[in-house]
């Protein structure tokens, strides 16, 4: 499916009113976006041709085995944010169910920028949160693949989605993304949500190619099956080059996940 704004859905949590005016009397709803670089203080946009979004724990795996494992790569920035759900460390050191929110660079492509958002970014922080790291950004033949996952109760069709054969890709994109598609395309009436679908309906209004694409699984956690099920991805224009070594990418994300980390939805 094309990228309709209307059949998009920011996700507006049910939040705790005490919570959330405390939050908002505190000042901690704002979003904190801190740049590494010799661009930060300055008013001056970096170049990026590739920006690669992982958001949830398994997206942010599948990314780290095998891209930031593959070729060589430095710590850019990062994004503080305190909201109900949760606030982003700040420490390096992290286990894959800590929170945080991380940005990479290629060392051999600097126009190369990868981001692992491992946290809930609250409905009311999403639009802080596009403008401060894409305003950051020289959006000049910038291209943008996002990855996600969702429940696949979640997924509307006419089947039982006890017959699915979960895990399984959707593909969601705007309409100035022209390149080859690596699943088929989410139909009609189902919606996506949170931050992928605020940075799709960023990349829309300012003519952006974009692809999303979300994971429909029936485990909650930590998933070596889920994470595999992006690995299509990996033949796409934006990650083929960032790719080296498969068989050792894959060694290295059985490491992350322990059988103790897998939960079931229907458990």
Same mark, same amino acid.
């Given at each position: 499916?094309?990228?309709?704004?209307?059949?998009?859905?920011?996700?507006?949590?049910?939040?705790?009113?005490?919570?959330?005016?405390?939050?908002?009397?505190?000042?901690?709803?704002?979003?904190?976006?801190?740049?590494?670089?010799?661009?930060?203080?300055?008013?001056?946009?970096?170049?990026?041709?590739?920006?690669?979004?992982?958001?949830?724990?398994?997206?942010?795996?599948?990314?780290?085995?095998?891209?930031?494992?593959?070729?060589?790569?430095?710590?850019?920035?990062?994004?503080?944010?305190?909201?109900?759900?949760?606030?982003?460390?700040?420490?390096?050191?992290?286990?894959?169910?800590?929170?945080?929110?991380?940005?990479?660079?290629?060392?051999?492509?600097?126009?190369?920028?990868?981001?692992?958002?491992?946290?809930?970014?609250?409905?009311?922080?999403?639009?802080?949160?596009?403008?401060?790291?894409?305003?950051?950004?020289?959006?000049? #033949? *910038?291209?943008?693949? +996002? @990855? $996600?996952? /969702?429940? !696949?109760?979640?997924?509307?069709?006419?089947?039982?989605?006890?017959?699915?054969?979960?895990?399984?890709?959707?593909?969601?994109?705007?309409?100035?993304?022209?390149?080859?598609?690596?699943?088929?395309?989410?139909?009609?009436?189902?919606?996506?949500? #949170? *931050?992928?679908?605020? +940075? @799709? $309906?960023? /990349?829309? !209004?300012?003519?952006?190619?974009?692809?999303?694409?979300?994971?429909?699984?029936?485990?909650?956690?930590?998933?070596?099956?889920?994470?595999?099920?992006?690995?299509?991805?990996?033949?796409?224009?934006?990650?083929?080059?960032?790719?080296?070594?498969?068989?050792?990418?894959?060694?290295? @994300? $059985?490491?992350?996940?322990?059988?103790?980390?897998?939960?079931?939805?229907?458990?």
């Amino acid at each position: 499916m094309e990228l309709n704004l209307y059949l998009i859905l920011l996700c507006i949590p049910i939040n705790s009113g005490k919570a959330v005016v405390a939050m908002r009397s505190e000042g901690e709803i704002e979003v904190c976006i801190t740049w590494n670089t010799s661009n930060t203080s300055s008013e001056e946009q970096f170049p990026c041709s590739k920006f690669i979004l992982g958001v949830g724990s398994n997206a942010v795996a599948f990314l780290s085995s095998f891209i930031l494992n593959s070729g060589s790569w430095e710590l850019v920035g990062s994004a503080q944010l305190w909201n109900e759900w949760g606030r982003t460390s700040k420490v390096t050191n992290l286990l894959p169910k800590d929170s945080y929110c991380w940005f990479y660079r290629s060392v051999s492509d600097p126009t190369v920028l990868l981001c692992q958002c491992n946290c809930y970014v609250a409905e009311d922080q999403q639009f802080q949160w596009l403008e401060k790291v894409f305003g950051c950004l020289q959006k000049t #033949d *910038l291209q943008i693949l +996002v @990855l $996600s996952t /969702c429940p !696949v109760t979640d997924y509307k069709t006419t089947e039982s989605t006890l017959t699915l054969p979960s895990p399984f890709l959707k593909a969601l994109k705007t309409r100035e993304f022209k390149d080859k598609v690596y699943c088929s395309l989410l139909e009609q009436p189902n919606i996506v949500r #949170d *931050l992928p679908a605020a +940075v @799709l $309906s960023y /990349c829309q !209004v300012w003519q952006i190619p974009a692809i999303f694409y979300q994971c429909y699984t029936d485990i909650l956690k930590l998933d070596l099956v889920t994470i595999e099920t992006f690995k299509p991805v990996l033949s796409s224009k934006i990650l083929r080059s960032l790719v080296e070594d498969i068989s050792r990418s894959t060694e290295i @994300l $059985s490491k992350l996940v322990t059988p103790n980390d897998i939960h079931n939805i229907y458990t």
